[in-house]
C-alpha cells in the first residue's frame, strides 16, 4: 500500500519561494517516478515536474526554469523548490507516485499573492 503525504505548501507573494516535500511509504519507491501535478480552480490538473527512478527530469511549460525537482532516495522523498512564484502558480499540488498504477497524495495548497 503506497502512501504519500505532502508538505510545504502555503501564502506567498509574487516572486517569492516556496518548498515542496513528498514522502513516499511502499516498496521500491526508488526505482519509480515521482513527481508534481498542480490543479487550479475550474482547471484540469496539469504536470508540474517528474524526476524518474534514474533522475531523469520533466517539467510543465510553464513552471521551466522556475521550478526544480529533486528526490532523496534515502528518505523515498520529493521535492519541489519553487522560485520566482507567480499568482498562476496558484492551486492544490499533488504528489505523484507511479508503480504499476497511478498514485496520489491529498494535496497541499499553494497561494501566491499579487
Known amino acids: 500500500q503506497v502512501q504519500l503525504v505532502e508538505s510545504g505548501g502555503g501564502l506567498v507573494q509574487a516572486g517569492g519561494s516556496l518548498r515542496l516535500s513528498c514522502a513516499a511509504s511502499g516498496s521500491n519507491i526508488r526505482i519509480n517516478s515521482l513527481g508534481w501535478y498542480r490543479q487550479a480552480p475550474g482547471k484540469q490538473r496539469e504536470l508540474v515536474a517528474v524526476i524518474t527512478g534514474a533522475g531523469t527530469t520533466t517539467y510543465g511549460g510553464s513552471v521551466k526554469g522556475r521550478f526544480t525537482v529533486s528526490r532523496d532516495n534515502a528518505k523515498n522523498t520529493v521535492y519541489l523548490q519553487m522560485n520566482s512564484l507567480k499568482p498562476e502558480d496558484t492551486a492544490v499540488y499533488y504528489c505523484?507516485?507511479?508503480?504499476?498504477?497511478?498514485?496520489w497524495g491529498l494535496g497541499t495548497q499553494v497561494t501566491v499573492s499579487s
Open positions: 505523484w507516485y507511479r508503480n504499476y498504477k497511478d498514485n
